[in-house]
């Protein structure tokens, strides 16, 4: 993956041909770091998936099902993957302009926030080869629509467009497709342009007390809110933006 930084912390980080991709929405506080090739305290991503379809000139990527059964270890190692995406400390966005079938669904539920072009593809269709999602589908889906109807489309394995994905609230903004093909990309960069400017550590706890909240209880859930709010109390970025507040300018968060 190669990463191309561009003014205003956004960047992009894309495997051609996974057609996958980051951009950064939000800057990190100090010590925090980003695995592979996006490095520095200030930079985070919000990662869009483009989907199954190939780059120009490459072949479809698949996942490689294969008969034989995994070893706990290879389920556990899966299973921490998935959970290393779901768990980045910033707002993560997944675009879908192309397929997303299988493994590419689950990628995007495992993002805070879906859009797609009302063109794209979407479905976990892993029942018609006799086997079950794998990558978080099973509770992510439910999570996001409700028991019920994840059951009838994991049970159909029926494919969505955008805007039977929108209808059901698999995704949160569906759009007509552009010639360029990138519609869905392009609103994820202009949701990430609207996030950047909060203050850092606010948006690692506000997420944090969203995800923690939404396993538990309300009583439960509003302890963690609590918790989580006097995390912010004590910051640097608390008094600037009360500063900031007051001289009527933009502030200007270091993530401290």
């Not at 294969?66 to 910033?90: F, G």
């Not at 039977?164 to 010639?179: C, D, T, W, Y």
């Amino acid at each position: 993956m190669a990463a191309a930084a561009a003014p205003g912390a956004l960047g992009t980080l894309r495997a051609s041909r996974a057609r996958l991709a980051a951009a950064c929405c939000a800057r990190l506080g100090p010590g925090w770091r980003l695995p592979g090739s996006l490095r520095g305290p200030r930079v985070a991503p919000a990662m869009w998936a483009r989907g199954w379809a190939p780059a120009a000139g490459d072949s479809a990527p698949r996942r490689g099902y294969s008969s034989d059964v995994k070893t706990e270890d290879e389920l556990r190692v899966r299973y921490l993957e998935e959970e290393n995406r779901a768990n980045l400390p910033v707002p993560t966005i997944a675009a879908i302009d192309g397929l997303a079938l299988g493994g590419g669904l689950e990628l995007a539920l495992a993002c805070d926030i879906r859009v797609a072009a009302s063109s794209a593809k979407m479905g976990l269709v892993e029942t018609k080869l006799a086997i079950i999602p794998g990558g978080g589908g099973t509770q992510r889906l439910p999570r996001a629509i409700g028991v019920s109807l994840a059951k009838e489309l994991i049970f159909s394995a029926r494919v969505l467009d955008g805007q039977e994905a929108k209808a059901v609230g698999l995704i949160s903004h569906v759009l007509e497709q552009n010639p360029e093909g990138d519609a869905a990309y392009r609103k994820a960069l202009d949701l990430a342009r609207e996030f950047l400017p909060q203050g850092p550590v606010a948006m690692r706890v506000a997420k944090l007390a969203i995800n923690q909240g939404m396993e538990v209880d309300l009583v439960t859930g509003l302890a963690i809110e609590e918790a989580c709010y006097a995390q912010t109390i004590p910051t640097k970025d608390r008094l600037e933006g009360l500063l900031a507040f007051k001289e009527k300018r933009s502030p200007r968060y270091k993530g401290e």
